[in-house]
């Protein structure tokens, strides 16, 4: 097996050099926290990492006083940091209001103009099916861009788009992270340390992530209690892991196998 194919399901590869892959996620450092060290992997392995940030982060702190805007000018440059540590591309950043999202057409037709131009063989996002998941950014993300990526494919769908000159373009598979139901578990172990990293440049975020007591010990503190966890937390038969659940995209549906 060539050092650039490593990641399989069953028997099939998943990745290889050169492929393109898009994360659309709700808030500026979901990525990150799920899916950080598959990122990495990527990257190491050849892959080109792009991301699609749906809100705005405008409302991730308890500081009442905090102005919106200033917070979400923060989130974009924090995210610009952690993608930088695991070596991801172009950041697309669609600023809906934190909180606040609802399904729509709009959304949808977004994020297909955004699969349509980046042109991923992978699409990763949230998996709006996970049981009692309340957050609307996390579940309406996951909705939206898994219609976008069973739909981008087919050229009567937002036609507008086709005839303006953009191409349908059909990913070949989708990851959902942050799920109950995995069928691929994506071995880490070797980056935890850069997820880690990453992580830890969503400064604005530490607080509402960690307790007082360690932020208060500084950032060396509560990032080596961030790697005990990553390594503790995911874990399966002795490897660390970080799950998800694949699959095949057919067109307008996934291909349940
Ligand atoms: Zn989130």
Partial sequence: MPATVMARA?????????DIVLVIQAHPDDAEYYVGGTIARMVEEGCVVNYATV???SKGTFDVNVDPKVLSETRRREQRAAA??????????LGYPDGDLYPSLELRGRLIEIIRTVKPKIVMTLDAWLPYEIHPDHRVTGLMASEATVFAGMPNFYKEQILSGIEAHKPDFILLFA???PNLFIDIAKHVDKK???IMRHES?????FPVDLTKKGLEEVKKELVRNLRRKNRKK??????MRMF?????????E
């Fill in 10 to 18: 069953g028997s099939k590869k998943i990745w290889g050099k050169g």
């Fill in 55 to 57: 809100t705005d982060g």
């Fill in 84 to 93: 930088d540590v695991l070596g991801v591309k172009d950041l697309f950043f």
């Fill in 179 to 181: 799920t109950d139901s």
């Fill in 196 to 198: 880690a990293e990453a």
């Fill in 205 to 209: 975020q530490l607080s509402l992530s």
């Fill in 238 to 243: 002795g490897r660390c892991v970080e799950p």
């Fill in 248 to 256: 095949r995209v057919g067109a307008g549906h996934f291909i349940r």
